[in-house]
């Protein structure tokens, strides 16, 4: 098992406090902004960040994201956690 | 050039000078700015707006204390309602509950608190104010009660470079998200000070190793970034990610600088907000375009592959310690200079220690102490 696969499906991402995902339209782009940092989501790291919306569990997002790009559940699931894992790092997301 | 300046991310709004403590390695210039001085509210509000349609994304709300500002809360809403991520960096001091709580309703993002020392003793020493330390773990409660962001502050030199786990463990323990370590940068009140503030090489390079250990041990529980101790580098810091690349600073009387120390840069011409647009202080203004980008450049900078990295290091140091502002920053091992930047950190970390030369007003400095200036 892989650290990645240990976090629960029923867990609920959020952004806390101090961090927001927002459209800049100056630059025409997705960035997300964090304490001293500015980071700037590729288009499948902004369709996982949209879903974490605080109110949707891990399993549920998973679901949606596979369904939305007609990829393999497994294979999306083992990415979004990968993600969110390095993010958690990071104290950007809380998972 | 015909190239398409990109907008900066990033401003520094240096709201007021004033402030309560005393720091020997305060990054405001020595020549501070009075509170008669200050920018009022209302243009403030105007900076602001023009700053979110510039491009700016993070606000740095910074001083002096900026707290010391009556409108705070009114600049912190404006920030919010613009989409600008705010971030106050304060002392702590003056800081009471019904403050801050106002502050975290007007929709402030993200607090950085400085602390000097984690002791009493020689925090309160080194701020230049008694019961400092108190009311920094006071305000520090205060702020993760209130559910904020918290980053804790450490600006490193030798009077307490061996309390750097210290401090981890201190923001830890308070609910910090980030700690910084800050290794102190020699300009203005820093270069005064700067014999008495610098340590050696060899606590220097384990201060850097200690922070590395801390960030394998504490992964996942708190973000440690570092401020490299550059007298001590092989290569420069590519400071304010370049000159007029990503951000720039408003002094409190209004002035629109590259840097907090660009000001001692002889013979720049830096333009007023009071007078122009951000941005077309940013796009047009002399003091931005002079070291922009990397035709400034003289060697080893024009041909070095590191020039578009560090884009040439720091323009202040590079005056300060070769006298010229268009050389390499000598902290470069490249730079013909680089012998003096050894020369004196080896000299300086020999000096004992002594009085510090205190940051205050200068033209008067006995009352400087009690600072009737600092709290309105």
């Known amino acids: 098992m892989t650290e990645a696969a240990a976090i629960s499906g029923a867990i609920i991402p959020r952004l806390p406090r101090g961090v927001r995902l ?29 879903r974490c919306d605080g109110k949707t569990t891990l399993d549920a997002i998973i679901d ?10 497994e294979e999306v699931a083992s990415d979004v956690r ?7 790092a990071k104290r950007i997301i809380e998972l | 050039m015909t190239e398409r300046i990109a907008a900066p991310t990033g401003m520094l709004a240096e709201l007021t000078h004033r402030c309560p403590l005393r720091c020997p390695y305060c990054s405001n210039p020595v020549e501070l700015d009075r509170r ?20 700016v994304i993070q606000v740095h709300l910074s001083g002096g204390e900026p707290t010391a500002r009556k409108d705070i809360a009114v600049i912190v809403r404006s920030c919010a309602e613009l989409g600008l991520y705010s971030n106050l960096i304060t002392s702590g001091i003056g800081l009471d509950e019904a403050k801050m709580t106002a502050l975290a309703e007007a929709g402030l993002d993200h607090v950085q608190l400085s602390f000097q020392a984690t002791r009493p003793e020689t925090n309160d020493l080194i701020g230049g104010l008694d019961g400092a330390l108190a009311q920094k773990l006071e305000t520090a409660r205060l702020v993760t009660r209130l559910d904020i962001p918290l980053t804790l502050n450490a600006v490193i030199h030798r009077r307490n470079i061996a309390e750097i786990e210290d401090f981890v463990r201190l923001a830890v323990d308070l609910g910090a998200k980030r700690v910084e370590i800050a290794h102190a940068q020699y300009y203005g009140w820093a270069l005064k000070n700067r014999s008495l503030l610098m340590p050696t090489r060899e606590e220097t390079l384990a201060a850097v190793a200690t922070v590395e250990r801390l ?20 290569y420069p810091k590519a400071c304010m ?6 951000s720039l600073n408003v002094t409190p009387s209004g002035k629109v600088l590259p840097c907090h120390a660009a000001e001692t840069i002889q013979g ?31 060697e080893p900078c024009r041909s070095c592959e590191r020039r578009e990295i ?62 009737p200036e600092a709290v309105p």
Not at chain 2, 241 to 246: A, D, N, P, T
């Open chain 1, 82 to 88: 990968e993600f969110l894992n390095g993010l958690a």
């Open chain 2, 215 to 234: 960030r394998r041990e504490y992964a996942g529980t708190i973000v440690i970034d570092a401020v490299v101790p550059d007298y001590h580098a092989r």
């Open chain 2, 36 to 55: 008669s001085q200050e920018l009022d509210t209302e243009t403030w509000l105007r900076v602001l707006a023009e700053a979110a349609r510039l491009g």
């Open chain 2, 241 to 246: 990610g370049g000159w007029g690349r990503q």
């Open chain 2, 268 to 298: 720049l011409e830096f333009w007023t907000v009071k007078d122009k647009s951000l941005a077309e202080i940013w796009t047009a203004s002399p003091a931005f375009n002079v070291f922009r980008g990397t035709s400034w450049m003289r």
């Open chain 1, 64 to 73: 949606d994201l596979a369904k939305s790009f007609g990829a393999a559940r």
């Open chain 1, 22 to 50: 927002r459209y800049d339209d100056v630059r025409s782009q997705w960035m997300l902004l964090a304490p001293e940092r500015i980071l700037k989501p590729d288009g499948i790291a902004l369709e996982i960040l949209k």
């Open chain 2, 310 to 371: 560090d884009w040439g290091g720091c323009r202040c140091q590079a005056l300060a310690i070769t006298g010229a502002a268009e050389e390499a920053d000598p902290v470069c091992c490249k730079s013909p200079f680089h012998e003096r930047v050894e020369v004196i950190a080896a000299a300086d970390a020999t000096q004992p220690n002594g009085q510090y030369h205190y940051r205050g007003f200068e033209k008067r400095s006995d009352q400087a102490t009690n600072i």
